[in-house]
């Protein structure tokens, strides 16, 4: 029997609500450029757009933790996200919506500095740009001398002992990335790390399944509940240590939420699985 996408809404939606009402949290400690930007957007919303916009969150979120192939694609083939989701994205890929030293990735502004003056952006850029672009967020970036983009070797180093000791998984080397397995809580968990992207530092997803195997949540991130997904680009040597930290934190989190949405639902089966 499958798991229901219309049961899983209400407590994503009560989880993420739950969430904006305390200021985000566990949101604000996400060292990515994406999650800063929505924050200032979701500040900047009347409070009935900011309902409308955690409806449209849970109802895209649920859909991690259903089996593929149910969900109804358009005729380009992808899965149409609900309209105040789509209209964020659309307004954050405006010319001019990212960009600054407050929504540029680290390793950019630590190469190029002259993205940290509105002065050398395109025009089709400037008129776009606020003052809060030029603010970094200053609990992950005090200032422009911890403008020091962490390293994969720092980060590897951090995360396999936050996973290792920490969460007690077992590591296994794959080509291009770290793949942890083991269990995390009453889950079954394998989450692939890599440290590799052209813009990011980070990049992570991860399996869940149930003690008898059965798939709970397929390449999952808890960037993914909110319109984007788990690749970390602000981190900095001074911000890693506690970053990676709570990276390990947000494992345990992840599994205890998928119990805690799967377990008024009986666990989907995949096909031949």
């Keep these: 029997m499958s798991v229901s996408c219309h049961n899983l809404i209400p407590v994503l939606r009560t989880e993420l609500g739950a969430e904006a009402a305390s200021g985000f949290a566990r949101l604000r400690r996400i060292p990515q450029t994406d999650i ?26 649920a859909t991690a933790f259903m089996p593929p192939g149910t969900q109804k694609l358009n005729a380009s083939g992808t899965v149409d996200a609900p309209e105040p989701l789509a209209r964020m994205c659309e307004v954050r890929n405006r010319p001019g919506a990212k960009g600054g ?39 992950l970036l005090p200032d422009l001398g911890t403008l020091k983009p962490a ?6 180093k951090l995360v396999n002992a936050v ?13 291009g990335v770290l793949k942890y397995v083991g269990r995390c809580g009453d889950c079954e968990l394998m989450i692939w790390v890599d440290f590799g992207g052209m813009l990011s530092q980070l990049g992570y997803s991860i399996i869940l399944r149930s003690t008898e195997g059965q798939p709970l949540a397929l390449l999952f991130s808890y960037e993914r509940l909110w319109g984007t997904s788990g690749r970390w680009d602000y981190l900095s040597e001074e911000n890693a240590p506690r970053c990676i930290d709570f990276f ?12 805690r949405l799967i377990a008024p639902n009986e666990p989907f089966h995949l096909a031949g699985g």
């Excluded at 003056?117 to 809060?132: C, D, F, G, K, N």
């Design 151 to 156: 390293k994969a070797p720092l980060l590897r």
């Design 36 to 61: 800063i930007w929505f924050l200032d957007y979701f500040a900047s919303l009347a409070s009935a757009e900011q309902e409308l916009l955690l409806d449209a969150l849970a109802e895209s979120g």
């Design 248 to 259: 390990a934190e947000q494992i345990t989190y992840l599994a205890d939420l998928t119990k």
């Design 101 to 139: 030293t407050r929504y540029t990735d680290l390793k950019m502004l630590n190469a190029d500095p002259a993205l940290r003056e509105p002065s050398m952006y395109h025009v089709s850029w400037r008129e776009h740009l606020t003052a809060l672009h030029f603010q970094p967020r200053p609990d």
């Design 163 to 175: 996973l290792t000791k920490s969460l007690g998984l077992r590591k296994e080397a794959k080509p």
